[in-house]
Antibody
Framework: DVQLEESGGGLAQPGGSLRLSCAAS????????MHWVRQVAGKGLEWVSGIGTAYDTYYPASVEGRFTISRDNAKSSLYLQMNNLRAGDTGVYYCARGSPLVRGVISHMDVWGQGTTVTVSS | EIVLTQSPGTLSLSPGERATLSCRASQSVNRNYLAWYQQKPGQAPRLLIHGASSRATGIPDRFSGSGSGTDFTLAISRLEPGDFAMYYCQQYGTSPITFGQGTRLDIK
């Protein structure tokens, strides 16, 4: 089975840091682009970052300079380092696979994890 | 960035009826790179449609996508109880990837 499992969520103070992890299984992790997508409680989805097979990275303006996406192909794992956290970063963070049907990292997502919850509060 | 506006915000229908959901983009979506996702409470989103009209693996043909440029539609025929959920559109033709705010499909 193709699976993604996130971990590392929790409570952080404003200005603090957290590192999320995503363990992939059931597919060739190294040959797939990967993404993080978040969802604020009761609201919609927001793309947070993407990383290609060549380790090229992409971010929206809302997190650029604060968040860093990375991958370890030997461990089939994806990471999201989140620094200088704000209350608006609170939400459920999903790890997702970029579709191999699209050339390039900017793609739709065909496999999603169940998410890990991040709460930023003092 | 491309802003996606979904309508209606909430759609109340009965099982067996047909649902039509709209997604309008603030500018043309390159290559019609428009996807639709279904999300149920407490679950992750599930890919339904990509490339505006291609069904994802395992998605029944009751779900169909259409449209091009700035106007896209998701149609669900013969609604079943499991279809009542949130639906989001997403464009991936231009960075940053953006999502619509969602349409809630409720049982009438």
């Amino acid at each position: 089975d193709v699976q993604l499992e996130e971990s590392g969520g929790g409570l952080a103070q404003p200005g603090g840091s957290l590192r999320l992890s995503c363990a992939a299984s059931g597919f060739s992790f190294s040959t797939n682009d990967m993404h993080w997508v978040r969802q604020v409680a009761g609201k919609g989805l927001e793309w947070v970052s993407g990383i290609g097979t060549a380790y090229d990275t992409y971010y929206p303006a809302s997190v650029e300079g604060r968040f860093t996406i990375s991958r370890d192909n030997a461990k089939s794992s994806l990471y999201l380092q989140m620094n200088n956290l704000r209350a608006g970063d609170t939400g459920v963070y999903y790890c997702a696979r970029g579709s191999p049907l699209v050339r390039g990292v900017i793609s739709h997502m065909d496999v999603w994890g169940q998410g890990t919850t991040v709460t930023v509060s003092s | 960035e491309i802003v996606l506006t979904q309508s209606p915000g909430t759609l109340s229908l009965s099982p067996g009826e047909r649902a039509t959901l709209s997604c309008r983009a603030s500018q043309s979506v390159n290559r019609n790179y428009l996807a639709w996702y279904q999300q149920k409470p407490g679950q992750a989103p599930r890919l339904l449609i990509h490339g505006a009209s291609s069904r994802a693996t395992g998605i029944p043909d009751r779900f169909s996508g259409s449209g091009s440029g700035t106007d896209f539609t998701l149609a669900i025929s013969r609604l079943e109880p499991g279809d009542f959920a949130m639906y989001y559109c997403q464009q991936y033709g231009t960075s940053p990837i953006t999502f619509g705010q969602g349409t809630r499909l409720d049982i009438k």
